[in-house]
């Protein structure tokens, strides 16, 4: 056993005016996961601490708080592996109101799933037979392949916690709920892909990821969010569904390399608006004044590649 001090955050609505850390100095058993602590904290110093569990096998999700500042399930964290220099913070998680010390309001984050309609849509549920009367719709296993990996979210909403674009905009449809999306949108025996694909292009869907890459470092499972995204903007753009600022701005990317060997950030910003977009365009002069006072606007004229040749090549690669 070794002498931790976990300072844990806490707030009370009905009490504090803000939220404040406390100290609990404890003995962490030998294999004690994090949730062990908080329950031996909870039932043996301080009745009024409170934390969300149920499976405690990591499988219902509702453990995930944040561990020395990043989101990890309670129960499946050791807590050994957690202690820095004697102490271990514990959090609520983040991009979510707190309710009450551990406790999120995870509301906002389950209401986004209804947007990308996390079910099957068949023949048999679209036409007028009841659905107990339908057979089983069966799938190869290399289908199943597919949908494997977003078929492990848990929902623990881990992802979130830490995602950049959610911080920004509370609309966007958040990693947990685009990869469920693709478990949907890839799925063999759903007939709704395009309907699906259409509604994930529309703002705060698959585009305005900035595949920051911190939802795959934070997913408990085996999800990887991010890649799952990347699978729907793929899709997207082999179905040409492309009429949208992500689509435009991933093709004017490819064009500016595949043309100059560079990114041309003066013209990026156009095609992603669409060259007959004048609203857009306009609302582009204010950011453009902004860079070029800050002597952020980059070079009119771009440095010659010595390398042309090599991304030729690497472009009839990939084209291959
Ligand atoms: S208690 Fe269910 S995932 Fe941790």
């Not at 056993?1 to 976990?6: E, H």
């Given at each position: 056993?070794?002498?931790?001090?976990?300072s844990i955050r806490r707030f009370n609505p009905e009490k504090d005016s803000k939220p404040y850390y406390k100290d609990y100095e404890m003995n962490v058993p030998e294999g004690a996961t994090v949730l062990d602590c908080l329950n031996l904290i909870k039932w043996t110093k301080d009745g009024t601490l409170t934390h969300r569990m149920s499976?405690?096998?990591?499988?219902?999700?509702?453990?995930?708080?944040?561990?020395?500042?990043?989101?990890?399930?309670?129960?499946?964290?050791?807590?050994?592996?957690?202690?820095?220099?004697?102490?271990?913070?514990?959090?609520?998680?983040?991009?979510?109101?707190?309710?009450?010390?551990?406790?999120?309001?995870?509301?906002?984050?389950?209401?986004?799933?209804?947007?990308?309609?996390?079910?099957?849509?068949?023949?048999?549920?679209?036409?007028?037979?009841?659905?107990?009367?339908?057979?089983?719709?069966?799938?190869?296993?290399?289908?199943?392949?597919?949908?494997?990996?977003?078929?492990?979210?848990?929902?623990?909403?881990?992802?979130?916690?830490?995602?950049?674009?959610?911080?920004?905009?509370?609309?966007?449809?958040?990693?947990?709920?685009?990869?469920?999306?693709?478990?949907?949108?890839?799925?063999?025996?759903?007939?709704?892909?395009?309907?699906?694909?259409?509604?994930?292009?529309?703002?705060?869907?698959?585009?305005?990821?900035?595949?920051?890459?911190?939802?795959?470092?934070?997913?408990?499972?085996?999800?990887?969010?991010?890649?799952?995204?990347?699978?729907?903007?793929?899709?997207?753009?082999?179905?040409?569904?492309?009429?949208?600022?992500?689509?435009?701005?991933?093709?004017?990317?490819?064009?500016?390399?595949?043309?100059?060997?560079?990114?041309?950030?003066?013209?990026?910003?156009?095609?992603?608006?669409?060259?007959?977009?004048?609203?857009?365009?306009?609302?582009?002069?204010?950011?453009?004044?902004?860079?070029?006072?800050?002597?952020?606007?980059?070079?009119?004229?771009?440095?010659?590649?010595?390398?042309?040749?090599?991304?030729?090549?690497?472009?009839?690669?990939?084209?291959?």
């Open positions: 056993m070794s002498k931790v001090i976990f499976c405690r096998s990591a499988i219902c999700g509702s453990c995930a708080v944040k561990v020395n500042g990043h989101p990890k399930l309670a129960c499946k964290t050791q807590a050994a592996e957690e202690i820095i220099n004697g102490r271990m913070k514990i959090e609520p998680l983040g991009n979510a109101k707190v309710l009450k010390d551990l406790v999120v309001d995870l509301e906002p984050f389950f209401s986004k799933f209804q947007k990308v309609k996390p079910w099957l849509v068949t023949e048999a549920a679209g036409s007028q037979q009841s659905a107990v009367n339908v057979k089983e719709t069966r799938q190869s296993p290399e289908d199943f392949h597919r949908i494997d990996a977003a078929s492990t979210c848990i929902m623990c909403a881990s992802c979130v916690s830490d995602c950049n674009s959610w911080a920004s905009n509370e609309k966007f449809f958040g990693p947990a709920v685009l990869a469920k999306a693709q478990r949907f949108v890839d799925d063999s025996r759903d007939k709704a892909t395009l309907e699906r694909v259409i509604n994930l292009s529309e703002a705060n869907g698959i585009w305005d990821c900035t595949h920051c890459g911190e939802c795959v470092e934070r997913c408990p499972a085996e999800v990887k969010p991010m890649d799952r995204i990347v699978s729907l903007r793929t899709t997207a753009i082999k179905m040409g569904i492309v009429n949208n600022n992500g689509a435009r701005h991933v093709e004017g990317f490819v064009d500016s390399i595949r043309s100059s060997g560079r990114l041309n950030e003066n013209i990026i910003p156009v095609k992603s608006m669409g060259i007959f977009n004048i609203p857009g365009l306009l609302s582009l002069i204010p950011v453009g004044i902004r860079m070029f006072l800050k002597g952020k606007n980059p070079p009119i004229i771009h440095k010659h590649i010595d390398e042309m040749d090599d991304v030729k090549r690497i472009f009839k690669r990939l084209k291959k």
